[in-house]
Nanobody, 124 residues
C-alpha cells in the first residue's frame, strides 16, 4: 500500500514560482512511476507531468513544458514539481499519483494511488 501527501501549494502572483512536494509512504514507492495532475474548478482533471521510477525519463503536458520541472529523490520517497513563470491558468488543485507500471503515462486511470491534493492559486 502506498499513501501520498502533497504539500507546497499556495497563493502567488503571475510570474512567481512554487515547488510542490509529494511525500510517499511505502517501501515500494521508489519503483513507481509518479505523475502530477491538476483540476481547475468546473474542468476535468488533466495531466501535468510524470517521471519514471528512477528519474531517468520525464513527460510534460505542452501547457507546462519549459516552465515546470519534475524530479524525485527516492532516498526521501519524495517527488517534486518545480513550477516557474506561473500563470493564472495554472490555478488548480494539484494531485500526485503513483503507478507500479513501467513507462510514462498521461492517462489518470493508469495510476493506482492518489494524494488528497494541494491548492495552487495564481493571481494576475
Amino acid at each position: 500500500q502506498v499513501q501520498l501527501v502533497e504539500s507546497g501549494g499556495g497563493l502567488v502572483q503571475a510570474g512567481d514560482s512554487l515547488r510542490l512536494s509529494c511525500a510517499a509512504s511505502g517501501r515500494t514507492f521508489s519503483r513507481y512511476t509518479t505523475g502530477w495532475f491538476r483540476q481547475a474548478p468546473g474542468k476535468e482533471r488533466e495531466f501535468v507531468s510524470a517521471i519514471s521510477w528512477n528519474g531517468g525519463s520525464t513527460l510534460y503536458a505542452d501547457s507546462v513544458k519549459g516552465r515546470f520541472t519534475i524530479s524525485r529523490d527516492n532516498a526521501k520517497n519524495t517527488v517534486y514539481l518545480q513550477m516557474n513563470s506561473l500563470k493564472p491558468e495554472d490555478t488548480a488543485v494539484y494531485y500526485c499519483a503513483g503507478s507500479p507500471l513501467d513507462g510514462l503515462y498521461a492517462r489518470a486511470h493508469v495510476y493506482d494511488y492518489w494524494g488528497q491534493g494541494t491548492q495552487v492559486t495564481v493571481s494576475s
